[in-house]
């Protein structure tokens, strides 16, 4: 059969899109664009209304595939099904299959039988005790990783926390953390398939092994094991809660060289006030005493957060304690989004509800704040050396004689850079190579390799 796979939404669904893709073509199965498949992958989110709605819009657009197809149809997976699964099935006779968060392995089996029966529609939802291994899938070749020479490793799933205005403990269900060992061994594997970077994904990964799952690793004994493990290059790890970061994991970032610069750490709001609302955990005193402390411990961290702008009830007073929060602490860059109402949160039934004009308007107040702050992040950054982590050649070739590449430094920056000595038939693609930076672009750095690579 012939699939197409389409992913929205945060990193872990990207992930788990990508060990789809490769479960499928081990059983023989071949990805394909989407005017040639059989069969559509629909992966979801539903943090947001907006992406919620598209995938209600594309559900109908791909129908029309049936036209030159009659056999083909959709699969409807990861958040949205959690709870709007049935519905799915009861207004696209298209969508044969909708599964939740915890049953991307199971859809495997439910698409060969689909494959093979035109008859059933199913339904895989609910959670599972646990957070089910799924069989490993260390490629041969890194390129099969979700990025070349990167890889990213699930850790544990769902959350707790219970913010008032997120969706994730009802789609994706409680906290359930993986076994460490089961972690480090898929660590191990793909180091030794090449993989020279890995990230380690979580809802909430400053709260692993809290849980009754937990082995009694801690999150910072975790980063400690696969920081020392031989051949990694840069260590990552994504998201986490400034309520749940403690001592241990600061220390970590000046202790562990392998250990990258760089940490996401959602704000969403500057206001005491609306934190309390969203029900955080934390003030700005003590997210101020995060950044401070960080900083001591690695002086060049960059850091990077989420922001929402519009939660019920928020004044204008609020929005600019939000403003004035993230310029003191000078986020590289960050994710701002418009409050929208998500079923069964807490903050769906608070008022008053802030009008939508001025919702937008703080949206792009607040942009081009960012802005300003990722321009003067990006020209420091200019005449200091990076190691950069090879994505593959850039889109954009601007040299006739060199070919310009492009990857991530340990920062979390994008560099485009030329490398002389790497010529048309040297691919430089899973490599590290020590650039020079020349130049700052909007979202971008631009450089010169300087010959060493590894």
């Not at 979202?443 to 590894?454: A, P």
């Amino acid at each position: 059969m012939r699939f197409h796979i389409i992913t929205f939404g945060c990193q872990m669904n990207v992930h788990d899109s990508r060990w789809l893709s490769r479960a499928l073509r081990a059983r023989g199965w071949s990805e394909t664009p989407e005017d040639e498949a059989d069969v559509y992958i629909i992966n979801t989110c539903s943090v947001r209304a907006k992406p919620e709605r598209k995938v209600y819009s594309l559900v109908g657009r791909l129908a029309r595939h049936q036209k030159r197809n009659p056999d083909a149809f959709c699969a409807v997976g990861g958040c949205v099904p959690q709870h709007a699964g049935q519905e799915f099935l009861d207004r696209f006779p298209f969508v044969r299959l909708v599964f939740g968060t915890d049953q991307t392995e199971e859809a495997c089996d439910a698409l060969e039988r689909l494959a093979a029966d035109p008859e059933p529609r199913l339904a895989l939802l609910g959670f599972c005790p646990g957070l089910p291994e799924r069989p490993p899938q260390v490629p041969a070749d890194t390129r099969d990783t979700d990025t070349p020479g990167r890889a990213f490793v699930t850790i544990m799933q769902g959350c707790d926390n219970f913010c008032a205005y997120c969706i994730v403990p009802y789609v994706r269900g409680r906290q359930k953390s993986r076994p460490s060992k089961a972690i480090l061994d898929e660590c191990r594997a793909l180091i030794d398939s090449g993989v020279r970077e890995i990230t380690l994904l979580g809802q909430n990964v400053n709260s692993f092994g809290l849980d009754k799952w937990g082995d009694g690793a801690s999150f910072a004994d975790l980063l400690g094991r696969v920081a020392r493990l031989p051949g990694l290059e840069r260590l990552r790890f994504t998201t986490s809660h400034p309520k749940d970061l403690d001592d241990a994991v600061i220390r970590a970032f000046g202790e562990l060289e392998t250990l990258a610069p760089h940490l996401h750490l959602p704000l969403q709001a500057g206001s005491d006030r609306v934190l309390k609302a969203m029900g955080r955990g934390y003030d700005m005193a003590r997210y101020m005493r995060l950044v401070d402390a960080l900083r001591e411990a690695r002086p060049d961290m960059a850091l990077t957060t989420d922001l929402i702008v519009g939660f019920p009830g928020e004044t204008e007073e609020d929005f600019r304690a939000t403003c004035r929060a993230v310029e003191a602490v000078g986020y590289e860059s960050s994710f701002s989004f418009i409050y929208s109402d998500r079923p069964g949160t807490r903050a769906s039934r608070v008022e008053p509800k802030v009008e939508d004009q001025v919702k937008s308007d703080r949206l792009m107040r607040l942009q081009a704040l960012q802005d300003g702050l990722t321009d003067r992040a990006y020209t420091a950054a200019v005449g200091s050396g990076a190691v950069v982590l090879v994505e593959g050649r850039a889109r954009k070739q601007d040299a006739q004689d060199a070919v310009s590449w492009t990857g991530h430094d340990a920062h979390g920056r994008v560099v485009n850079f030329v490398h002389p000595e790497a010529g048309q038939a040297h691919d430089l693609t899973g490599r590290m190579v020590r650039v020079n930076v020349r130049e700052a672009k909007k979202h971008s750095l631009k450089g010169e390799g300087t010959g060493e690579s590894w």
